[in-house]
Each structure stands twice: as structure tokens, then as C-alpha cells.
């Protein structure tokens, strides 16, 4: 399975997104249900097929938006870019008007969670993207503190069987 199409860049200076559409005949596009897929640091192409075979048989259209290590060291950075990825969902065709399911890893997590940081703090601005959130997956989450990152402690670690959320 080829993976993308051309990769673009969501801001000038970042990492860039692809979309790519479900073969599946039935619904259009405006009202397909959309995976935003935000991937671990460094993820393949290859990784990622098997993510993209799981939604696109299914009739989901799936957009890949990664993340670069520098949205999780400067959160400027990251909050930035999270910036950039709810104007794309919630300002462009063929993303504004579609119901949602993000699938988050690792560092996309992170970028997910910058995401909502904008949507708490302009709620009435992203009402409407909220609302079009069908479900959340989150797989392989990175957890921590600033004092853990800075000692280089971060990820699961040590945390991972005393904090309970980390246990279901």
C-alpha cells in the first residue's frame, strides 16, 4: 500500500501532514468521518501503512499530522503548531466540517493535548471543532513533569505502576 500523496507543511517551518482518502464508496467527503492520526517521533511510512489499513477499508479518511521533537522540548513551539492544525480542521476543505476520531501516539499526544490547550482558552472560537469529536485514542501517551525532562526522565518509566490512569 502506498502511504501518501505529497506531504505538505502545515506551517512554514514545521513537520509536515498528509491526507489521505478511503478507496470505500459510499458517503462524501464533507460528511466521511475524518482520523487525525498524530504519530510517535520518527514514525515510518511502513508503521503507518498498518494504521491506514485499519481506517481507510472502513471508509474513513485519514489525515497524518506529525510532530518534530522541538513542539515537546518548547512548548511555544508545540502550542504554535497546534495552532496550525485546529485552523486546518476547523477553517479548510475538505477537513471543516467532518466528524472527527484522533488517534494520538506518543509525541501526538502531546501535540493533541497543545491542541486542547487553545480549545479550553478560546472556547467559543473552537466550539464547533469540539463538537465535531466523535472519540479519542491514545496509545503509548508520554508523561512527566519539566523537572522529570530536564534530569532526561520522561516517557513511562519508573511513573508507569504508580500512576493509575497508566494501568487501563
Do not use: K
Amino acid at each position: 500500500m502506498r502511504v501518501v500523496g505529497e506531504p505538505w507543511l502545515l506551517c512554514p517551518w514545521d513537520s509536515p501532514c498528509w491526507f489521505q482518502c478511503s478507496p470505500v464508496p459510499g458517503d462524501s467527503a464533507p460528511s466521511r468521518p475524518l482520523v487525525v492520526l498524530l504519530p510517535w517521533f520518527g514514525a515510518r511510512p511502513r508503521s503507518m501503512a498498518r494504521y491506514l489499513e485499519l481506517y481507510l477499508p472502513r471508509g474513513l479518511d485519514v489525515l497524518v499530522v506529525e510532530s518534530d521533537l522541538s513542539h515537546f522540548l518548547w512548548p511555544r513551539h508545540g502550542l504554535a503548531y497546534a495552532a496550525c492544525v485546529l485552523g486546518l480542521l476547523r477553517d479548510s476543505q475538505p477537513f471543516c466540517s467532518r466528524p472527527l476520531l484522533v488517534h494520538a501516539f506518543s509525541i501526538g499526544g502531546y501535540t493533541f493535548a497543545q491542541m486542547m490547550v487553545h480549545m479550553s482558552r478560546e472556547p467559543q472560537r473552537h466550539r464547533q471543532l469540539a463538537e465535531r469529536i466523535r472519540g479519542l485514542v491514545y496509545d503509548s501517551l508520554v508523561m512527566g513533569s519539566l523537572g522529570n525532562m530536564a534530569l532526561g526522565e520522561w516517557g513511562l518509566g519508573r511513573s508507569c505502576g504508580a500512576n493509575p490512569l497508566s494501568r487501563h
